[in-house]
């Protein structure tokens, strides 16, 4: 048995679904454009017609096309599936390194997390420090509207989706420092996507304070973000922006392994006005 699978019970199994999946392990690099006929002849049925719904059901969901001769063809929507699961494998290795690097240099706890139903999922978690908030951490999700992770998400969400998302979002307040005013979160958020990280101090729990940066895949759009988080105290003084700057840096770090470049900069002496910076 393959590493990852195990066998379903008989009684569970959907026989016409199962005569879907097998029309789609027909088609291979050898034979990757095939008419009903050539479909049947495969999987040893005598008769094309009990097919035709199969097909037809495949082709209207984009996992099957079909070209001027009749001969089928697998459709671009694996692609787009095989992107999501590939991003998130993908993903996972390129930020391990860099977070694991800053855990233990640091002594500070970093998160690797997506937009995931405009909540915050966590991929990924290495402890640098000793943490009580968040134990087992891979797969949990959390509000996105008093997190750092969250706020970098939503930040570069498209317009109307944020609008959306702040039109229905209930704030509830998880401390005494949480946003709760859609208003001053929508301002919040003009700011991290200006500066490029944001900061939950003491929003999602009292006491710590979290930075975090966008990941951005090769065509420069944000599909996740990285933070590290520390008791607030220790990032008093100078702290704050010393790590700011890390976590920046590892957001740029995972981005570039994703094929991601950086824009050259084109700076002044006062500032730079590259907002990707």
Do not use: W
């Not at 943490?131 to 939503?154: D, F, H, W």
């Not at 008093?236 to 981005?255: F, R, V």
């Amino acid at each position: 048995m393959e590493e990852g699978r195990t066998k379903t019970s008989g009684r569970y199994v959907n026989k016409s679904l199962g005569r879907a999946l097998a029309v789609l392990d027909v088609f291979q690099s050898s034979a990757d454009r095939l008419t009903a006929t050539q479909i049947a002849r495969h999987l040893g049925l005598r008769y094309v017609g009990t097919l035709y719904p199969i097909l037809a059901t495949l082709e209207n969901g984009g996992y099957l096309v079909r070209d001027n001769h009749k001969r089928y063809a697998l459709g671009l929507k694996f692609l787009e599936r095989a992107n999501l699961v590939l991003q998130r494998l993908d993903l996972r290795d390129a930020a391990q390194e860099t977070l694991r690097e800053i855990a233990q240099r640091h002594s500070v706890n970093t998160h690797l997390a997506v937009l995931y139903e405009h909540t915050v999922m966590y991929l990924q978690r290495e402890e640098g420090y000793p943490s009580v908030i968040i134990k087992e951490v891979v797969g949990q999700r959390v509000p996105a509207y008093c997190t750092a992770l969250g706020k970098v998400l939503l930040a570069a969400l498209d317009e109307q989706v944020l609008n959306d998302y702040l039109s229905s979002a209930v704030l509830t307040p998880l401390t005494p420092y949480t946003i709760t005013d859609a208003a001053r979160l929508t301002e919040e958020l003009k700011r991290v996507r200006e500066q490029g990280y944001a900061v939950d101090n003491e929003e999602f729990h009292e006491g710590s304070l979290c930075v975090a940066a966008p990941v951005r895949d090769y065509q420069g759009k944000v599909i996740a973000a990285v933070s590290l988080s520390v008791p607030k105290p220790l990032a008093a003084g100078g702290g704050l922006a010393q790590l700011i700057e890390t976590i920046q840096e590892a957001g740029t770090t995972i981005s570039s392994r994703l094929g991601y470049s950086v824009p050259e900069c084109d700076c002044t002496a006062d500032r730079c006005v590259d907002d990707k910076h």
